[in-house]
């Protein structure tokens, strides 16, 4: 064989193998990307993408609903690289009205979840427009947090914005003199005439740790926020103790919010 026809064989081969790899690669692309669409087009999916546009807008796909129909954008669908399958769905055939999702596969028990990713500008003035809140600004998140070292009693209106914003009513003041835990449990009534079984929605205002500077005058509550719960976290740290603190945070948020949502 001469160094010419060699050089061609070469070639020919180098090229084979090549078009084998991509060839290999555009079909297992295509083969996952398949599955991400059967995925999204499964009942699971369906069921997820439903709850979430009925959570913007509690009568979605009814004729009261802002948002009355949806289709999903098929070309939108990729892979998130951390995880899960992104896709947008499109509101009452506007391009412009767009929900985005992202969907995981729960680790216990493999359904899927939507985690949500936000919709567009257009959407969202269109909810406000008619009278649908879409949560709070991050200044009024910021107002709201500061509320927790207001001195509220129970029934009390928790307000923001020079109060022209009622955000619920205080339907528990948590005051743990042992431990230092203070928190102000708020549903969105007057917990004097609001039953229980009508509560919709549940914020939870947990203090912050008194600043050293008030020593003076609420020693008590420094040495319990600052003193005590540090002193034992370090004290057990390597038997991975937790911050009593911390556990009864978890405990409130159990026995007050988790109690609202089975009555």
């Known amino acids: 064989m001469t160094k010419r026809k060699f050089i061609v064989t070469g070639v020919g081969i180098v090229l084979v193998i090549i078009l084998g790899i991509g060839g290999k690669v555009y079909m297992d692309n295509k083969r996952f ?5 059967n995925v999204v087009k499964s009942g699971q999916a369906k069921r997820e993408i439903e709850i979430g546009l009925k959570n913007l807008d509690s009568k979605a796909l009814t004729p009261e609903g802002i948002i009355k129909s949806y289709e999903i954008d098929y070309e939108s669908i990729e892979h998130n690289p951390m995880g899960g399958i992104m896709f947008d769905v499109i509101i009452n055939d506007d391009e412009k009205l767009r929900v985005y999702n992202l969907l995981n596969k729960n680790t216990e028990d493999g359904t899927l979840e939507n985690s949500g990713g936000g919709n567009t500008a257009e959407l969202e003035e269109l909810l406000k427009k008619e009278g649908i809140s879409m949560g709070y600004s991050d200044k009024e998140n910021i107002d709201i947090a500061q509320m927790e070292y207001r001195s509220y009693k129970e029934g009390d209106p928790v307000k923001i914005n020079n109060n022209g914003t009622t955000i619920g009513y205080v339907s ?11 928190a102000f449990i708020i549903t969105d009534g007057d917990p004097k005439v609001q039953k229980p079984s009508e509560v919709n929605n549940v914020t939870v205002l947990y203090q912050g740790s008194t600043s050293p500077e008030q020593i003076g005058s609420q020693a008590g509550e420094v040495k319990r926020d600052w003193w005590d719960n540090n002193k034992q976290i370090l004290n057990n740290i390597e038997k991975s103790f937790k911050s009593p603190i911390l556990y009864l945070f978890c405990q409130t948020n159990d026995k007050y919010v988790i109690d609202y949502l089975i009555k």
């Open 33 to 37: 990307n398949d599955e991400m669409v």
């Open 172 to 182: 528990k003041v948590v005051n743990d003199k042992k431990t230092g835990e203070q």
